[in-house]
């Protein structure tokens, strides 16, 4: 403990009588579970756990509980909000060890896991069962991480976001009891709907230790597609235009041409114009692929669409989304050492022109560097606003640029966070976007977590 | 008051200040308002208010909150477990003068209605952009009580429940608070998920003034069919293919041998053999229902279907449904002057079948007459088991057969309500479906209603 004693060290002692090496306090562990990927500043936990099962977590959180000490539960740490940064110590739980495909229900198209399984592993043991777990926010999360932040990403506009794809949860509670909230059944109008309370919670109200996902059969036919376009209206006109015709596609992603000069810049293999982009595909029969392809082609050359390129090999298909998964890189590649700040606006599709044309135009005033880039299908978009993280005064630009966007999505009828969540990085915009939601928001925290030890300082004060 | 004083006389007299002749105490008003259509002990309420706005209905909350008078929201009242029934009097809160469609956004597709709409005349609203509503539980319900009883019918295998198809709430809250939960933008993160908590919550935790629900285009092709099957096993082997092989049929309803002689004698112009039925529909494009028909009827025909019959007119379809949809008008007519105990079961589709056989076992074993129709492809299934209501022994019969099969539908991984809710009916299943959880619901309606004023008795004792 560098020297200190821990002001847990009943606990960590107790801990570690129960789980061994598993509990640690080691330096380079603690500072691993002190910050994710967000700009924020880190905090480190007392001490880290790495239980293996439902029972272990439950012993831990009854523990901490008993000690009154804080917990904060940890997946891959891939999060960009701040959600596990433990901002008063405490316990890391870190459930990587939790990572077991429980059980594969191909008749029924849902799998059980435990949470520290990630998206990549799930559909590798998916593989010869011929079905899919859809949701992908890019980097390979763990799905409880996922899960308890309502992750979504490129393919929501199709399959849905994790609010869609879990149908139930084991989850332990602030003092140790293991509930389980759904069952396997497709449907349920059994009482209060505790899934979705957990959903979104970012272990505010209990640890996911297990999660009962949906699976999709794999389409017969996959074709992905990019073209560029010669403004981001002309693009934003086409995506809005091809969701109202009722496309069904798996994936429609704008790049706005400062984010192709990043993607340039830290791929130039890539060679694409730099040029706003969508990135598409297209998922169906081989005939429905052919009809969606057809109809979407007409739209997009209505509006200018130029540069076709299509990739059907798989992978052709992986470089595409690889090169559209490293984004975030690709934007820090405009400027040596700089940071991203990110926004995550979303609003109907009616309002996306105009929150987008609003949003490139407070940048602009702004003056500073903020590709965007955006699941426009579902009118989600992101800024990556880049600021050297040493220059204070840029800083604070970037942070009232990214209010201001946060504010033009709620002033267009939309929400500050699509599928990022709200950790610390977005406390602040909570009573503007709910009102007096937000204090049934804090009596349903008080009323799970009375002691306030679950990831105390996150989604809402108490 | 039929003579007598109410307990809540001061609270009746503030609310007639307030609403004047909307605020009824007579005799044959509250007669309506203290029943469903369940199969359930009336209880009056000590008067009905007929708000027509958000703000009346704010003020009545906050009057019944100062005088600790109940309230219980009333929609058409056609619920099924006793949802609407003042078990404890005081005010019944009806919506049907809230009738308003607020808003159509057709670019978002999407619309804001107020409780009191119903799902006719919203889809009579809709006709003209066509655009549709799908949720459709066979009565013509109001909006708002759909919402909260998480309520679905014949086409949530293609289209989701209420679950899925409610973007967002206004609620006034106990107190009279309002507040708005979620946003119109498809997708979102930003803390805890209200809007689902609300749905299910059957007035329990506030009273649902406005909804905004998500709607769909019509499909270019419509076209419906039933065909008759040798027994129930090959029916239901054909449901579960069809569901398994990813065909996005519309519609698929199970109609077993027992139903179809009661749908014979209650509309002899039917013409249908008394054997099991499916009753099908398919969207889609010309080619797609094509497709789809070809495919299912292969599946069918493969486990001794016969007797296919086509419908592909409105008037033939809608002659189609509305027999459906008169099943349990149809089940009483297999015995004068009988009364429906009706079960509700949900299963993994993979445990259907036998979710289905033991069913029947236990309805010989029972030596009740129960007819059995079902929203298959989900899963669920109801039977009508019919008693004379005057027979004590008889009635004891019934519900202990409807107990033996919602705990069949608990052992197969199931839920003892797919679609109907809790209410009073189905409260006694609840601490075995939810076990612990159920603890968590107890925590969650004491923190949004601490004085157990809304709709109190139903879903968890507190």
Do not use: C, M, W, Y
């Given at each position: 403990m560098?020297?200190?004693?821990?002001?847990?060290?009943?606990?960590?002692?107790?801990?570690?009588a129960e789980l061994g090496?598993?509990?640690?306090?080691g330096a380079s562990i603690r500072d691993l579970h002190g910050r994710d990927e967000a700009y924020s500043t880190p905090h480190l936990p007392d001490a880290v756990a790495f239980p293996e099962t439902t029972e272990e977590v439950s012993r831990i959180m009854a523990l901490c509980h008993a000690h009154r000490c804080p917990v904060v539960p940890f997946g891959i740490g891939s999060s960009l909000e701040g959600h596990v940064i433990p901002l008063q110590g405490g316990i890391s739980i870190d459930t990587s060890r939790m990572n077991r495909v429980l059980a594969v229900h191909e008749a029924d198209l849902d799998a059980v896991v435990q949470p520290g399984v990630t998206r990549k592993q799930l559909n590798e043991e998916l593989r010869a069962t011929g079905l899919m777990f859809t949701v992908d926010p890019g980097a390979n999360a763990s799905l409880g991480g996922m899960a308890a932040t309502r992750a979504s990403g490129t393919n929501a506009v199709r399959y849905g976001t994790m609010r869609e794809n879990v149908l139930a949860l084991e989850v332990v509670l602030a003092d140790g009891r293991v509930i389980r909230t759904g069952t396997r059944a497709r449907k349920s109008a059994a009482g209060y709907d505790l899934t979705h309370l957990f959903l979104g919670s970012e272990g505010t109200l209990g640890i996911i230790t297990a999660l009962t996902v949906r699976l999709f059969g794999q389409p017969e036919r996959i074709s992905a597609a990019t073209c560029a376009f010669p403004d981001v209206p002309a693009a934003v006109d086409?995506?809005?235009?091809?969701?109202?015709?009722?496309l069904p596609m798996a994936r429609i992603e704008l790049l706005d041409e400062v984010q192709m000069r990043g993607m340039a810049l830290y791929n130039p293999d890539l060679d694409m114009p730099e040029a706003p982009h969508l990135f598409l595909e297209f998922h169906g029969t081989e005939a429905g692929v052919a009809e969606q392809v057809a109809q979407f082609r007409e739209i997009a050359e209505e509006h200018g669409a130029s540069e076709f390129r299509w990739a059907t090999k798989t992978e052709d298909r992986t470089r595409l989304w690889e090169a559209r998964h490293n984004a975030y890189y690709a934007a820090q590649a405009l400027r040596q050492g700089?940071?991203?700040?990110v926004t995550d606006s979303c609003v109907p599709i009616s309002a996306l022109a105009e929150a987008i044309a609003r949003t490139k135009s407070a940048i602009a005033e702004a003056g500073l560097i903020a590709p965007l880039v955006g699941h426009v299908?579902?009118?989600?978009?992101?800024?990556s606003i880049l600021v050297d993280p040493e220059a204070a005064d840029e800083v604070a630009a970037a942070k009232a640029l990214a209010s201001r966007v946060s504010h033009i999505a709620l002033e267009l009828g939309g929400t500050v966070t699509g599928e990022h969540g709200v950790g610390t990085g977005k406390m602040g915009y909570m009573r503007d976007e709910h009102g007096d939601a937000l204090d049934v928001m804090a009596d349903i925290k008080r009323a799970l977590d009375p002691l306030n030890l679950m990831n105390p300082g996150k989604i809402v004060e108490v």
């Open positions: 560098d020297g200190q004693i821990s002001p847990h060290s009943d606990v960590i002692e107790a801990l570690r090496d598993r509990l640690s306090t086409t995506v809005i235009l091809a969701i109202q015709s009722g700089a940071k991203g700040v299908g579902d009118g989600n978009f992101h800024l």
